[in-house]
């Protein structure tokens, strides 16, 4: 089992930033790849971004590229997701995701946070 915990979220003004952490604990050793998702009301959770956690492999959803960036810190077993340029439409519940049984190619994202509140006000 692995067991994620974000922080980090919090209200702030269109053109902000904000940094997530998600702290993984547990049997870490096994994870293939982390990823923040995120699931405004009234719509489906949705893929933000990924990264792999042995290779500096990362993917983006085309409405955060060049805004968003993940990363990690092994040590730490703590990923992380900057966030600028923030908009209205970033407001959701972002959510940490760590993959054991996938691959690159197909992750499965077997464990998940809770979830923290971004809101962009306008």
């Known amino acids: 089992q692995v067991q994620l915990v974000e922080s980090g979220g919090g209200l702030v003004q269109a053109g902000g930033s904000l940094r997530l952490s998600c702290a993984a604990s547990?049997?870490?050793?096994?994870?293939?790849?982390m990823g923040w998702f995120r699931q405004a009301p009234g719509k489906e959770r949705e893929f933000v971004a990924a990264?792999?956690?042995?290779?500096?492999?990362?993917s983006y959803a085309d409405s955060v590229k060049g805004r968003f960036t993940i990363s990690r810190d092994n040590a730490k077993n703590t990923v992380y997701l900057q966030m600028n340029s923030l908009k209205p439409e970033d407001t959701a519940v972002y959510y940490c995701?760590?993959?054991?049984?996938?691959?690159?190619?197909?992750?499965?994202?077997?464990?998940w946070g809770q979830g923290t509140q971004v809101t962009v006000s306008s």
């Open positions: 990264i792999s956690w042995s290779q500096s492999i990362t």
């Open positions: 547990g049997r870490t050793f096994s994870t293939n790849a």
């Open positions: 995701a760590a993959d054991q049984r996938g691959t690159w190619s197909h992750l499965t994202f077997d464990y």
